[in-house]
């Protein structure tokens, strides 16, 4: 699978969706039926973290709240997000999270400032920082967005439409929410693929851009 150095902003708030900016955008398993499997899907689902070896775990009852929680938008620009995600990130590293190393083997998208937090983030991290945990846009949310399945479906449609050869994946980190991967024989990405992802996300979620 190829992965980005630099995410874009929709590969960001992708990544938000579920594990606040620490799991890798276009991770998880094959969904080869998409519109059978996507279907099957929960309605809901509750955030969750990617705990040790990709394996999805469950942030603390208490601290799934989302009253006074920043809100991104689709339409928000990448310093805006960074800067959020940056500030949740320093925050977890002040309550017992740990910045990886040079050298460290991780998975992941960047905090927001360049580093990236080693996981499973302890609990006490995740219940001292959940105030300051960006929530991701309500049209990126099973929970929020009635057409999330579809939005999805035509997300991958622009992006395979645009050259992307990629197929739509359920999350690494919690299969209630869905991504995309590259396609085994996807070969070298073009070089406006920063702008043609940011253009399907805006079209197929409606952002309206």
Same mark, same amino acid.
């Given at each position: 699978?190829?992965?980005?150095? /630099?995410? !874009? ?5 992708? &990544?938000?969706?579920?594990?606040? +900016?620490?799991?890798?955008?276009? =991770?998880? *398993? /094959?969904? !080869? ?5 996507? &279907?099957?899907?929960?309605?809901? +689902?509750?955030?969750?973290?990617? =705990?040790? *070896? ?8 208490? &601290? ?22 940056? &500030? ?122």
């Amino acid at each position: 699978m190829k992965m980005r150095t /630099a995410p !874009t902003v929709a590969a960001v708030l992708i &990544a938000l969706t579920t594990t606040g +900016a620490l799991s890798a955008c276009g =991770g998880g *398993s /094959a969904v !080869t039926d998409p519109q059978e499997q996507v &279907a099957a899907l929960p309605s809901s +689902a509750a955030p969750s973290v990617s =705990g040790p *070896s990709g394996s999805a775990q469950s942030p603390p009852a208490s &601290a799934t709240g989302t009253s006074g929680r920043p809100q991104l938008r689709l339409d928000d620009t990448e310093a805006r997000v960074r800067q959020l995600s940056a &500030a949740h990130a320093d925050c977890l590293a002040e309550n017992g999270a740990r910045y990886a190393t040079d050298g460290e083997n991780l998975v992941g998208v960047d905090s927001g400032n360049g580093k990236m937090l080693v996981q499973p983030i302890p609990e006490k991290a995740l219940r001292a920082c959940i105030g300051l945990e960006p929530l991701a846009p309500v049209e990126m949310r099973p929970d929020s967005n009635p057409h999330y399945r579809e939005n999805w479906q035509a997300n991958v449609a622009c992006l395979r439409e645009h050259g992307l050869k990629v197929h739509l994946t359920q999350d690494m980190t919690d299969p209630a929410f869905l991504s995309w991967t590259y396609d085994e024989d996807a070969g070298i990405s073009p070089d406006n693929q920063p702008q043609i992802e940011e253009d399907c996300m805006a079209q197929a979620f409606g952002s309206g851009r």
